[in-house]
């Protein structure tokens, strides 16, 4: 898993799903967006505008659903006093309604970004929750090479993925056209940071924990491995907020709290880190 205050690559060390266990913290210097995208263990819906990003169909023993009861708050039209009051650093919420992404989501396809930023090359880090390994190759490679269905026996340290790490002057004429939500953390320092993840294309089911409650996990394993092996045998009091967020929406986290992410669909998510 990962915390809310961390390195200063992903959301730093969180338990990503992609195929890595990350459970860490999320901290960071200033604005800053960082553009991911990787695929997970299920299927788009044939049909359903997904901007071409079609993963593979796994067996159903492979494949993930949503959680029973999402428990992280919905809101939608969420003011900045409400924010402040009940959110921003006490727990996390989901952010409905806040901005309108729809031209930077058309940006976002499959063949749009090949076409913009296929020779790109991009540096991509391991799944596990330190990402100590880092491997550069062009962004039509990874796109193209790499973006598979998650096998569920691999380790954190077996899967690359694009978060951050970048140099985003590259990305600029695509960054330039999203807006993240209008939130800032007055009277913080420059270290501290808060997080916005927002669902491009797919979904992403997340797992939170507050910073007091260390969660239990394998730094080497995915995300996949602890929700299969860890997860059913937890106690009601044990278990995470957790909730998928859906396309279009935004997840807020203060800063330090635990956070683990599994791709139930090939994802295309920004995430924005505020001081």
């Known amino acids: 898993m990962a915390r809310g205050y961390a390195i200063v690559d992903k959301i730093p060390s969180v338990l990503r799903a992609r195929s890595g266990m990350l459970m860490a913290a999320a901290s960071r210097l200033g604005p800053l967006l960082v553009f991911v995208l990787w695929t997970m263990v299920t299927v788009v819906l044939p049909g359903s505008d997904e901007g071409g990003w079609q993963p593979s169909r796994l067996g159903t023993a492979a494949a993930v659903t949503e959680e029973e009861h999402c428990t992280v708050e919905r809101r939608a039209h969420l003011t900045y006093p409400e924010f402040m009051q009940h959110y921003a650093f006490l727990k996390p919420v989901i952010l409905q309604g806040l901005t309108d992404n729809s031209k930077f989501r058309a940006l976002c396809s499959r063949e749009n970004l090949l076409a913009s930023f296929g020779d790109n090359v991009v540096r991509l880090s391991t799944a596990n929750t330190y990402s100590y390994q880092k491997v550069d190759l062009p962004f039509q490679e ?80 995915t995300t996949l491995a602890w929700l299969q092996e860890i ?32 791709n139930l669909d090939t994802s295309v998510f920004i995430s924005t880190f505020l001081g």
Do not use: M
């Not at 807006?179 to 420059?190: H, N, V």
């Not at 859906?246 to 807020?252: D, V």
């Open 142 to 221: 990874y796109v193209e090479q790499l973006l598979h269905p998650q096998d569920p026996t691999s380790l954190g340290n077996d899967t690359l993925y694009f978060f951050g790490d970048n140099n985003f002057t590259e990305w600029a004429p695509l960054f330039q056209h999203y807006s993240p939500p209008p939130f800032r953390l007055l009277g913080t320092t420059p270290a501290y940071s808060f997080g916005i993840a927002e669902v491009i294309y797919g979904r992403k089911r997340w797992f939170l924990y507050p910073p007091e409650k260390t969660p239990e996990f394998h730094p080497n394993k």
């Open 231 to 262: 997860y059913p045998s937890l106690a009601p009091s044990a278990r995470p907020l957790e909730c998928t967020i859906q396309a279009g929406e935004a997840l807020y986290f203060p800063d330090r709290w635990w956070h683990a992410t599994l």
